[in-house]
């Protein structure tokens, strides 16, 4: 976080992920030290499909069960949420801009411009662009620059990557939220997010991708040389894996997310010959044994073909050999048993679970694959309100820096230029006087 958090500090900060199976409402504050998560509130929901809103109610009842939880617990009241996105309909491109340093030195107004001009792009009128995602910044012929402020130069150029949304979608999420009486800061990648969570430093620098594994889709998002390469949705995720057991074991689908939950194995080997689950039966017929290797068989194909498909997408951009410090799942659906295993066998690549870091307070709480979206927008969020602050710090000194250099000009160019005019258009009394008395010199 930046140096400029001492004028957040304070700030209360809410992320809102609104999931497939489940809304999760995570409360932190900006303090001295970071962020303290003051409250979370995580509520089933059945108002999604595949990550789009399919039912408005239901998920706004949902939102509203999660924030009433949560504000709760925090003992604060809720306004303003950072909301997470994800689906199908999630795109991402590859684009570039140019600006002119004004100044010779690079400013914040400066990159600002350079982003805008990389986003000036043709897209879908159903589309909107969610985030412009810097890669590296170029000072005339010096590339590969991360943060170019302060640099000198004339030319800044900036590699960027995009990512865009169905307008319908993103707006949906927003109505949910301002139907239970929030304000949207911002709606924000779910990727995005958990990679804010998840990942340190190092790993962006090495390479590395996060898969986000929840109930309806799987994120990827690719990090390659400290910046963000890539982006992408597979509309597979952990439902499916429920309906594969509830059709295979005939019982009923909250049985069979229970089932998966407390038996659940991604790897057959690991389970013993001799285990037996008891599996309800479905319109009243009685339970029945079965072995737990029968449970495993069943899951192992779809996360097996879960990570086919992850690796396939990698290996369409181009990238899989370049996530050297390997990949950090995330998600609900990641803690099954020997789920760990089988990516790296199906990915080639070391492969690790990710859990939520850099915070403070009630982490106990949010300690867990998949909690990292919901810890991940705070972060996000409390970043948003910490450069703000910093802008409007800056932005009463760039003023006063140019007043001082107007008031320079005018005195080094002394009385050879006729009296500036006010600012509502009119001459001073001094101004006047001295126009009369030059008058007077003239003619």
């Known amino acids: 976080m930046s140096s400029n958090i001492g004028s957040a500090q304070g700030e209360i900060v809410v ?50 069960d999660a924030i009433e939880a949560a504000q709760t617990m925090a003992g604060v009241e809720i306004r303003t949420v950072y909301a997470g996105v994800a689906g199908s309909h999630i795109r991402s491109q590859a684009s570039d801009g140019v600006a002119a340093i004004a100044g010779g030195e ?29 890669r590296e910044y170029i000072v005339d012929i010096q590339d590969g620059i991360r943060d170019p402020i302060g640099m000198s130069g004339v030319r800044l150029g900036a590699k960027v990557n995009l990512v865009t949304a169905a307008t319908s979608c993103v707006q949906n999420v927003i109505r949910c939220a301002e139907r239970c009486g929030l304000v949207v800061a911002d709606v924000v990648l779910e990727p995005l997010a958990s990679a804010e969570a998840v990942l340190s430093d190092d790993e962006r620098e090495i390479g590395a991708a996060v898969v986000d594994i929840g109930g309806g889709t799987t994120d990827i ?4 040389d400290g910046g963000i390469a890539h982006a992408s949705v597979v509309p597979v995720g952990g439902n499916n894996i429920t309906n594969d057991i509830a059709a295979g074991l005939r019982t009923p689908m909250a049985e069979a997310d229970r089932l998966k939950r407390l038996y659940g194995c991604s790897l057959g080997r690991m389970v013993a010959d001799d285990e037996e689950i008891e599996v309800p039966g479905v319109g009243g017929q009685k339970p029945r044994r079965t072995p737990r290797r029968v449970l495993s068989d069943i899951i192992e194909p779809r996360v097996e073909e879960i990570f086919a498909v992850v690796r396939k997408r990698l290996e369409d951009t181009g990238l899989l050999e370049q996530l050297s410090s390997g990949i950090v799942l995330t998600g609900g659906a990641v803690l099954l048993e020997g789920t760990t295993e089988l990516a790296e066998e199906v990915l080639g690549m070391p492969v690790r679970i990710g859990f939520p870091t850099g915070v403070r307070g009630i982490t106990q709480l949010v300690h867990g694959p998949q909690y990292a979206t919901g810890v991940g927008l705070v972060r996000y969020g409390a970043q948003a309100i910490t450069d703000a602050h910093a802008r409007t710090v800056a932005a009463p000194a760039h003023s006063i820096m140019r007043m001082s250099t107007s008031k320079k000009d005018r005195e080094s160019s ?25 008058l007077k010199a003239a003619f």
């Open 15 to 64: 992320g809102l992920d609104i999931g497939t199976t489940k809304v999760c409402a995570v409360v932190g504050e900006i303090s001295e030290d970071g962020i303290t998560i003051l409250g979370v509130g995580s509520v089933p929901c059945r108002g999604l499909r595949k990550g789009i809103v399919s039912n408005i109610d239901w998920t706004v009842r949902s939102i509203r």
């Open 106 to 134: 690079v400013t914040r107004a400066d990159v600002e411009r350079v982003l805008e001009g990389a986003r000036a792009i043709p897209v879908d009128a159903d589309r909107q662009i969610l985030h412009v995602l810097p």
């Open 221 to 224: 998002l690719c990090y390659v």
């Open 414 to 438: 002394g009385g050879s230029v006729m009296p500036a005019e006010s600012e509502n258009g009119s001459r001073g009394p001094a101004s006047s006087s001295k126009l009369w008395e030059w």
